[in-house]
């Protein structure tokens, strides 16, 4: 077997960020970037990545780990090992996954029972396409946390037989530790049932605020429109540094709790890996109106991080609009096809517009002005917002560099926090 590739995609990730940073001036950023300490949330990702990607390679593990091999387990609710899997070889010699019979019927966060030892279900919150959620009150009627119940297939992962990925990856999201990202609480597992326990947010969804006026949806407080969003890109900023790609940031996604808005439901999410240069995750996630068109295209760059910063631009565009992306199209297929479309147009008028700017020796500048055009002008949605007269041009600029059509195009969520319209603002 090839010895393992000298560069990750965590590490493409981050020198994609520090370029980007450093193009634009940022040189502070990027050396902040470059020389940020190893923490908890790296080094859980760094042993959720090395666990899928030793189970696909059959290989041994190739990081230096600080967490111990306790700290990787999981115990059955007696306390005893879970036992692993067998495999058996498939074709081209590389491993399947049985049925996961062996593992115990039930599973639990030890640290979150001994912490909450009593609650009961309250009220249906909602449904997604991962789970349903329901609140979990203490035994004197107060909201303690949201609990989402979560169908757990017998089906291979991110390299992991589905249980097994979940019960890593919920050891990935209890060490997240921003302000601006919903706190993981704890898990259990019963059969094929896995249950997420998060903090409740007594404000409810953005896209609950955003619709609250019926007759006149949106939001018309601009101060409010660009602190909400500065504490987004600040928490994308954070996950990005560390490796994690949200993939499904859309309003319904967003939490707001004492006025200050947080993200939710990482379910979606995506590791840009610390064991190889490929990603592990190619499957297409998250809410149609709010896809990049690369992912609608099948063509994701994935060291960019590219899908969430669209996916911020369309939850602008639905604050200030009042209304969801693509609207008038009238079902997914419509959406995609608008979205794929005009993204493999503009992805031809780059190519040549770049192509001529190299040819021509004598060009003064390396402005695209294919690109510029379509930012502005062109772009559908950047073009409604112009039109509507809710935005000034710093919002207008914000709004077009998120939803630039090609991700490497776009800027990062730490560029964007340097950018007029949040600047100062945090």
């Not at 209304?323 to 005009?342: K, L």
Request: charged content about 25%; hydrophobic content about 40%; glycine content about 8%.
């Amino acid at each position: 077997m090839n010895s393992a590739p000298q560069t990750t995609l965590f590490a493409l990730g981050r020198a994609f960020q520090c370029r980007r940073l450093r193009a634009a001036g940022l040189a502070a950023a990027a050396d902040e970037l470059e020389t940020r300490p190893l923490d908890r949330l790296d080094q859980a990702l760094m042993l959720f990545c090395d666990h899928a990607h030793d189970v696909l390679a059959r290989g041994k593990p190739k990081v230096a780990l600080a967490f111990s091999a306790a700290d990787t387990g999981t115990s059955a609710s007696n306390g005893a090992p879970v036992p692993e899997a067998p495999e058996t070889p498939g074709r081209h010699g590389q491993p399947i996954h049985p049925p996961e019979q062996q593992l115990p019927h039930e599973e639990k966060d030890q640290d979150f029972i001994e912490k909450y030892p009593s609650f009961q279900l309250s009220r249906f919150l909602g449904r997604g396409q991962a789970g349903t959620v329901f609140l979990g009150e203490n035994d004197e009627g107060q909201p303690i946390f949201a609990i989402k119940a979560i169908h757990l297939p017998v089906a291979v992962g991110i390299g992991l037989p589905i249980r097994r990925t979940f019960l890593l990856y919920q050891k990935v999201l209890r060490v997240i530790d921003h302000p601006h990202v919903n706190p993981y609480l704890g898990w259990t597992v019963v059969e094929n049932e896995g249950q997420v326990y998060t903090a409740f947010c007594n404000g409810g969804t953005m896209r609950k605020y955003i619709y609250a006026d019926e007759a006149n949806p949106g939001l018309r407080d601009m101060a409010l429109v660009r602190r909400w969003l500065a504490q987004i890109v600040s928490a994308l900023a954070y996950l990005h540094d560390h490796g994690l790609v949200h993939r499904d940031i859309k309003p319904g996604n967003l939490l707001l709790h004492n006025g200050e808005c947080r993200i939710a439901d990482l379910g979606s999410a995506r590791v840009l890996q610390s064991c190889c240069d490929d990603s592990h995750q190619r499957k297409m996630s998250g809410t149609p109106s709010y896809a990049a068109p690369e992912a609608v295209a099948g063509k994701i760059v994935f060291e960019t991080a590219g899908e969430d910063i669209w996916g911020l631009g369309c939850c602008l565009y639905e604050m200030v609009m009042g209304r969801q992306p693509w609207h008038e199209c009238d079902s997914i297929f419509s959406i995609y096809f608008e979205i794929g479309s005009r993204f493999e147009q503009a992805a031809a008028a780059r190519n040549a517009a770049r192509s001529g700017a190299a040819a021509d020796a004598e060009s003064p500048s390396l402005e695209d002005p294919v690109a510029a055009a379509l930012r502005r002008g062109e772009h559908p949605l950047v073009r409604e917002v112009a039109e509507s007269g809710v935005l000034g041009d710093d919002g207008l600029d914000f709004l077009g560099a998120c939803l630039e059509w090609h991700p490497r195009d776009r800027p990062t969520a730490r560029e964007l926090l340097a950018m007029p319209f949040l600047r100062d603002v945090l």
